[in-house]
Structure formats: structure tokens, C-alpha cells
């Protein structure tokens, strides 16, 4: 059983930058993609940002430039850093964890974290 636990929301006002990360535990392959996703009220899940097991990266292009994501594999831990943060980027922020590779043959989500940024 996977595991992916998130922490690093709160409270922050526009330009404020947050750093969220995700624990990943359990039994997976090390081919694999961790992401962050979000969500907000009455909207869809949305991909924010990808990262391979190699390093290779994808952003959505409303948070390319203020927003790096970054894993450390040896501690099955990934890394989202936002900066410049706008009031339209609160929501609950997921992580997810995929494989092999860019397959979903195996695909865990964590609970959410929450963030709001105030103007």
C-alpha cells in the first residue's frame, strides 16, 4: 500500500511564496512520476507540475516561472516551491505519485493540502 502524505499549506498574502512536500511510503516502483495537483472550490483538478524519477519536468503554464518542482528519490519525497503566489492559485494542492514512467498502471493520491493566498 502507498502512501503520500502532503504538508507545507496555510495562509499567505499575494507575492508570498509557500513551500510544499509530499512523503511518499510504501512499496513502488523507482520508475516513476510524482506530481502536484490542484484543486479549486467548484472547479476541476488541474496538473500543476510533474517530475519524472530522472528529473524531467512539466509545468501547466500558469505557474511556469514562479512555481519549481523538485524530488529527493533517496527519501521518496517531492518538493513543490511557490513563489510569487496569486490569489487565484489558492486551492487544495494533492500530490500524486504514477508508474511505471508516464504510465498510470499504479496512480495514489495523497489527501490535499490547503492553500489561500490573499490579495
Known amino acids: 500500500q502507498v502512501q503520500l502524505v502532503e504538508s507545507g499549506g496555510g495562509l499567505v498574502q499575494a507575492g508570498e511564496s509557500l513551500r510544499l512536500s509530499c512523503a511518499a511510503s510504501?512499496?513502488?516502483?523507482?520508475?516513476?512520476?510524482m506530481g502536484w495537483y490542484r484543486q479549486a472550490p467548484g472547479k476541476q483538478r488541474d496538473l500543476v507540475a510533474t517530475?519524472?524519477?530522472?528529473?524531467?519536468?512539466k509545468y501547466a503554464d500558469s505557474v511556469k516561472g514562479r512555481f519549481t518542482i523538485s524530488r529527493d528519490n533517496a527519501k521518496n519525497m517531492a518538493y513543490l516551491q511557490m513563489n510569487s503566489l496569486k490569489p487565484e492559485d489558492t486551492a487544495d494542492y494533492y500530490c500524486?505519485?504514477?508508474?511505471?514512467?508516464?504510465?498510470?498502471?499504479?496512480?495514489?493520491w495523497g489527501q490535499g493540502t490547503q492553500v489561500t493566498v490573499s490579495s
Open positions: 510504501g512499496s513502488f516502483f523507482s520508475n516513476n512520476v
Open positions: 517530475i519524472h524519477s530522472s528529473g524531467t519536468t
Open positions: 500524486n505519485l504514477r508508474g511505471p514512467g508516464w504510465t498510470a498502471v499504479y496512480d495514489y
